[in-house]
């Protein structure tokens, strides 16, 4: 196999015509340089060069040789200037797995932020918490947004880490007034995600620790549907504060009791901490967090690239 280093040497001979002008550009010897080129003739089998009064010229073959020499050249300086770009997190391209509201809420004004960056680039899948684990377990994605409800036990992946972005309150709908008392709307019909989705678990738990089983006779999983239905009268709701930026007319809203808090949080893989691109979109998402969830801490870049460094 042709060595590459020695194809360069041989795009640097062209340019310069001389053995001893190569040497000086490298910081060789002129002895160096005339082995690496009687060494490149062994690898291809064919003259290279040929005498030409004082100068060196190129045979066919290494007229060849040396543009090959000189793309190759061109095609590691490319490489290292993006790999310079992916070093400082200027530049690369992640997928990004979050649930309905926080793409509406957090990604989407996350993907304008990131104008800036053209060269950085996000590719989005909408998904449920569990299953956008489960692609950033398997690979199929970068960063996830999952969220947690405080009246539901938490669950640990040891092959992750997790920033906290905030936390939220879940808010009982109806269509009317109230005081957000579940005991009093046990009688009414509920509207929650479909079975098994912690959304779902969230309000069949907050129903029993108020001593009720809910009476579910609605299930969908965009809380855009559940809301025109409980303006429709269909029934009441449980919703997190984010689903709530575009309330249906005749909708009323107050902090469920007893209290419920949805806390959204940024995981990565362990091991990709230090993923200079990541941190960047992580720091950007801490600083938008903040215009949609209740945080104790004001953010900023400092505290920000602390919080990354603390995954």
């Known amino acids: 196999m042709i060595d590459p280093r020695r194809l360069q040497l041989l795009a640097h001979l062209e340019r310069l015509g001389t053995i001893a002008a190569v040497a000086e550009e490298l910081h060789l010897t002129p002895s160096g340089v005339s ?3 009687t060494a490149l003739e062994r690898e291809a089998g064919v003259t290279v060069t040929e005498r030409a009064g004082r100068r060196l010229r190129l045979t066919p073959a290494g007229t060849l040789l040396a543009r090959h020499g000189r793309e190759l050249a061109t095609t590691l300086t490319m490489a290292e200037l993006e790999l310079e770009g ?21 990604v989407a004004p996350l993907a304008r932020a990131m104008g800036g960056l053209p060269d950085l680039e996000l590719d989005i899948d909408v998904l449920e918490p569990d299953d956008a684990v489960a692609a950033l377990l398997a690979g199929s994605a970068d960063l996830a947004l999952v969220h947690g409800y405080s009246n539901l036990p938490t669950r640990q992946a040891p092959r992750l880490h997790a920033v906290t972005l905030g936390s939220e309150p879940v808010l009982l709908a109806t269509s009317e007034a109230g005081t957000g008392a579940l005991v009093d709307v046990a009688d009414h019909p509920f509207i929650t995600a479909p079975e098994g989705l912690a959304c779902e678990r969230m309000v069949t738990t907050a129903c029993r620790s108020s001593g009720f ?4 006779t609605v299930r969908a999983v965009d809380y855009a549907v559940q809301l025109a239905l409980v303006a429709a009268g269909v029934g009441v709701a449980l919703v997190p504060r984010m689903a709530t930026a575009a309330m249906p007319v005749g909708v009323q809203t107050a902090p469920a009791e007893p209290q419920i808090r949805r806390t959204v949080s940024v995981v990565i893989r362990r091991g990709r901490e230090d993923d200079a691109g990541l941190r960047a979109v992580i720091e950007r998402l801490l600083a938008l967090a903040p215009a949609v969830l209740d945080s104790d801490v004001n953010v900023d870049a400092d505290r920000a690239a602390s919080a990354v460094k603390t995954l």
């Open 35 to 37: 082995m690496q080129l």
């Open 86 to 106: 992916i070093r400082s997190g200027s530049s690369g391209r992640y997928r990004i797995a979050a649930f309905p509201t926080a793409t509406q809420a957090l």
């Open 213 to 216: 089983e809910p009476r579910v």
